[in-house]
């Protein structure tokens, strides 16, 4: 599978060195000394046109790794070229930027994986696992917290610039919790919550909290923040016989960790059993390895471009009930 990367900053970087068994030939960036420099990492061409980049016939995959304002025009462009293409999350700045990607992959008969990787993290594949196996029962609710503090000039940054970025700490971070929380309970069908500012000065939002109802009044109730000061991972899956509580992910995260809370008959105390995973984020490589697979199945990729619109219009929502 010969790779072109579209976006060479932390996330294209990331991409280059889990390829597996792809190859990256071709790379491209706004700051083409960027393209340039992973390029020589990988014994790779640097293109300072991305749009040229996307036509090469000898690329049969693009991995879009761009600020947000780019990555559903260079994933539209990638497939109308006939390239299967993996795009960073969220895909788009609002769902209806992805209506145009969705019919040319249809037309173009290509793939399209969306880059939720914390479905790939060890612990949360785990959880899932044990989840869907019944080891907590009915599902009851979900509860999140994600989020970091920021730096000195964060508010400078190109994710405070709502025409690039679409939004603020929701559009990001947030956009994984709640793809994490549609993985498990499904389709949500009420939403409501409030995005706003409490410390950056900027115009997009530092907090957002979210409460979301499937039909079957299954809840989630999720906290994104950029006023977290010490980062933090925390997603818990409540059933009926139990719980499963995902702690960390990594890094300046916290070691992740797992932890099975099994209710006993005579309730009380419950069983306790955790699973660390201290050798670093393998979430990367596992999900282009599945991507190849899709590929080679001609199998529809999970999480894909309805994954991400289903996302992005609980987003759209919160920032609908938030501004009004």
């Known amino acids: 599978m010969n790779v072109g990367i579209v976006g060479c900053g932390l996330i294209g970087r990331k991409r280059a060195r889990a390829l597996g068994d792809g190859k990256l030939v071709v790379c491209s960036d706004a700051v083409f000394e ?52 993996l795009v960073e999350k969220p895909a788009a700045r609002r769902a209806g930027e992805l209506q145009a990607v969705v019919e040319a992959a249809r037309a173009r008969q290509v793939l399209v994986r969306v880059g939720f990787n914390h479905r790939y993290h060890p612990a949360l594949r785990k959880a899932h696992e044990m989840f ?56 949500f069908v009420a939403v409501d919550g409030l995005a706003g500012r409490w410390f950056w000065d900027m115009p997009v939002e530092d907090n957002a909290f979210l409460l979301l109802r499937t039909a079957e009044k299954k809840v989630a109730f999720m906290h994104c923040s950029c006023t977290e000061w010490k980062n933090l991972f925390s997603f818990e899956v409540f059933g009926r016989d139990g719980k499963l ?22 309730m009380g105390p419950p069983d306790t059993v955790s699973w660390d995973y201290p050798r670093g984020d393998d979430s990367w490589a596992a999900e282009l390895a599945e991507f190849y697979q899709d590929v080679a199945l001609g199998r529809q990729p999970t999480p894909g471009l309805e994954d991400a619109m289903a996302a992005l219009r609980v987003v759209e929502r919160i920032y609908e009930v938030s501004h009004s």
Do not use: C, N
């Open 245 to 266: 509580e995902v702690q960390g992910l990594g890094g300046s995260y916290g070691v992740e960790r797992l932890t099975h809370y099994r209710m006993l008959p005579e």
């Open 34 to 85: 960027r393209a340039q420099a992973l390029a020589a990492e990988h014994g790779a061409q640097a293109i300072p046109d991305w749009r040229e980049m996307v036509r090469r016939p000898e690329v049969h995959m693009v991995v879009v790794a761009t600020t947000h304002d780019w990555l559903a025009p260079v994933t539209l462009a990638a497939v109308e070229a006939g390239k299967h293409v």
């Open 132 to 187: 869907m196996a019944g080891a907590v029962g009915p599902l009851m609710y979900l509860r999140a917290r994600y989020g970091h503090g920021g730096r000195v000039g964060y508010d400078k940054e190109w994710r405070a610039r709502p025409e690039v970025s679409g939004g603020g700490e929701l559009i990001d971070q947030g956009m994984h919790l709640i793809d994490l929380a549609r993985w498990f309970a499904g389709e």
